[in-house]
């Protein structure tokens, strides 16, 4: 491996990490030839944008190469580290560059993870054009980034990669004399790095970074390696691949199960591997009325308020209130009135589409509507026994969905 200090202590993703749009692998619908984002690349009209899309999926990298292709000053930014005054010293830098007539990205990595303040700091500057603001978040950015913010910024969407496209980064980075492996004779087994892409799901950063552990030791890259490497902690969990769902299945199980023991420590196992608290504080208020229900209303009460408390505090602060969390719902009673209910409604409303409401359920609220006979005969249930007025649509009379 090359040993200079920079590269030494510089992890392979990044050594790597292209610069140039030929050296992009993958993300062909918002990056291909008549794609938005290339035309905006190529016309050097780039607004502010924000990639949504799961880790490894090229968010940081993209944003570096828009502003190499654009001649533009490229800020760096973490919301899990950058403050506020970091951001404020940015544009001051921005404002200097532009009257230079140069332009500034600013790039802020988990953009979700900055408060409100955080994000209207940037409003300001974005809508003068001191900067063009990038933003990357692997959370929904409609419930994660201020309406103000979002409106003012194209939200383009990553997927998580093929495996041939990570097959071709790793083999670029084997390839690559400078940053890369290139200079260092490898032994490959057939299919090694096929099994590596594959078992990588769509993670080119996770790939790169297995990839690196398993040339550590030794020039050699076999099924067994990869397989070993893999099973070591540190990339055992990973947040997007099998294991994740496998661990999730399982936290989820216990706490139906009433097992409330083993619901905290499958909580720990994920919080241990690096989970956002937001992905398991969601799930529980998913599980409050999907498997509590009705048998206990106080759940999803107190599964919205961790939720709360995650958004606020965050890690490792928040990690008691989901224990919590984890107990009460391990431990309430169950029901799935409320699931049932839901999914053979839906059901219905697939199978049967658009019907007609009622005549004596609709609202009269002019004369024409009451000669067309809206709301005749309708009971109104204070003052009036109303238990045998229908209240489906006709072809669905006597319908129940619970018991």
């Known amino acids: 491996m090359n040993t200079s200090s920079h590269h030494f202590f510089t992890p392979l993703a990044d050594r790597i990490r292209p610069k140039v749009l030929e050296h992009f692998f993958g993300q062909m619908k918002i990056i291909g030839e008549d794609s938005f984002l290339r035309r905006a690349i190529l016309e050097d009209r780039i607004p502010s944008l924000i990639f949504w899309g799961p880790p490894g999926t090229g968010k940081t990298t993209l944003a570096g190469i828009i502003a190499q292709e654009t001649k533009s000053e490229f800020v760096f930014l973490s919301a899990t ?17 532009l009257r230079m007539g140069k332009r500034t990205i600013v790039f802020v990595d988990e953009v979700h993870r900055w408060n409100k303040a955080q994000q209207d700091a940037l409003l300001p500057s974005v809508e003068e054009g001191v900067i063009v603001f990038i933003g990357a ?4 950015p409609s419930f994660e980034v201020n309406s103000a913010l979002l409106s003012r910024c194209r939200t383009l969407v990553l997927e998580r990669l093929e ?5 071709k980064i790793l083999e670029r980075a084997l390839g690559d004399k400078i940053s890369g492996f290139g200079n260092i004779k490898i032994k490959k087994q057939k299919g090694a790095l096929r099994l590596l892409a594959e078992l990588s799901n769509g993670d080119a950063r996770f790939a790169l970074n297995a990839l690196e552990v398993c040339l550590e030791k030794e020039k050699l890259l076999s099924r067994e390696n990869i397989q070993e490497v893999l099973q070591k902690s540190h990339l055992f969990y990973d947040k997007n691949g099998e294991e994740h769902y496998n661990i999730i299945s399982a936290l989820h199980k216990s706490m139906r199960g009433g097992d409330a023991d083993a619901s905290v420590y499958w909580l720990c196992r994920m919080l241990g591997g690096g989970e956002d608290p937001l992905y398991i504080a969601r799930r529980f208020i998913r599980f409050a009325s999907e498997d509590i229900g009705l048998a206990n209303n106080s759940a999803l009460l107190l599964a919205n308020s961790v939720f709360d408390v995650c958004h606020k505090l965050g890690m490792p602060e928040c990690g008691v209130h989901l224990a919590h969390c984890a107990l009460y719902l391990a431990k309430s009673s169950k029901s799935i009135v409320a699931y049932e209910a839901y999914e053979q409604a839906k059901n219905d409303v697939e199978k049967y589409g658009n019907l007609p409401v009622p005549l004596h359920l609709r609202n009269a609220p002019t004369k024409f509507m009451k000669d067309l006979d809206y709301g005749k005969g309708y009971k109104y249930t204070p003052k009036k026994d109303s238990k045998n007025q229908e209240h489906f649509p006709k072809k669905l009379q006597g319908k129940k969905y619970t018991q």
């Open 81 to 97: 580290s950058s403050s506020k005054k970091d951001l404020q010293m940015a544009i001051e830098d921005a404002r200097k560059m």
């Open 163 to 167: 495996v041939e496209d990570v097959e």
């Open 137 to 140: 978040t692997t959370e929904n």
